[in-house]
């Protein structure tokens, strides 16, 4: 009976349903599926009204690629698997999301295109990058989809192979990460990451960027502006 659930009962049988999954997924599907259902037997008075906590994890630290692992990418294919890479890597933008986008969404006058953001629910309008501009312009037929491929696995069907033969760890997704890395790096705001690629909230941001290290020291380096910079530090004994 729904009265008789208790969260550690949707916990276990989380982890139960899902054993191989993270707890950012189960949270995802599980968690909040279930708190969806009790709210509304809560609301038509069929339950009591329970809260289910989610399952703890830590933030996973961004995936982007080593140094040069673009250029060795890009210098060894043609073609769609070079606009492809180009894409992603220029945009930023999910593998599906990038396989999605069909001509008549894709304004080369203006140098816009519009992409249907699936995890929002949304479109959302994004400026193309110089770089894939002309790449778009030269292609003869411009009917259907960008992309001939309508999957993910798809694509790695030669993006794996690819990977393999050159040495490198890659995956589509690492291309998002470089992307607002890169941009955090030259010293964009989340707001100016968000206006340019398909991120449609600020915070998420966040969970695709690195620290700008020398930008945070100079940040830091702030703090002592206007301070006696001739005053003398002081030496710390040693212990006993």
């Known amino acids: 009976m729904v009265e008789d659930i208790t969260p550690g009962f949707v916990q276990a049988l989380a982890k139960r349903l ?24 809560a609301e038509d008075n069929r339950c009591h009204f329970i809260k289910i906590p989610r399952f703890k994890f830590e933030t996973p630290l961004p995936r982007t690629t080593r140094y040069g692992v673009e250029q060795r990418l890009l210098d060894n294919t ?3 698997h070079y606009l492809f890479l180009t894409f992603i890597f220029e945009q930023g933008t999910r593998i599906t999301e990038t396989l999605s986008l ?15 953001i699936n995890k929002a629910k949304t479109w959302k309008k994004i400026p193309m990058s110089s770089v894939v501009s002309p790449i778009l312009k030269s292609i003869p037929d411009k009917t259907g989809y960008v992309f001939p ?26 291309a998002r990460h470089d992307f607002a890395t890169i941009m955090n790096e030259e010293g964009s705001t ?8 398909s991120w449609t909230n ?3 941001i966040k969970r695709y960027t690195n620290v700008n290290m020398p930008y945070a020291k100079s940040v830091l380096s702030r703090k002592n502006v206007g301070k006696n910079k001739g005053s003398k530090t002081k030496a710390i004994e040693n212990k006993g």
């Open 18 to 41: 899902r054993p191989a999954q993270t707890p950012q997924s189960l949270n995802r599907h599980v968690i909040a599926v279930m708190s969806m259902v009790i709210n509304k037997c």
């Open 78 to 80: 043609e073609g769609y």
């Open 102 to 116: 069909e001509w008549e969404k894709v304004d080369l006058q203006n140098e816009i295109f519009e992409l249907r």
């Open 149 to 174: 491929w309508r999957a993910r696995s798809s694509v790695y069907k030669w993006l794996t192979p690819l990977r393999r033969r050159l040495g490198i760890e890659f995956t589509p997704h690492m």
């Open 190 to 197: 989340s707001t100016d990451i968000l206006s340019v690629s």
């Open 202 to 204: 600020e915070a998420s």
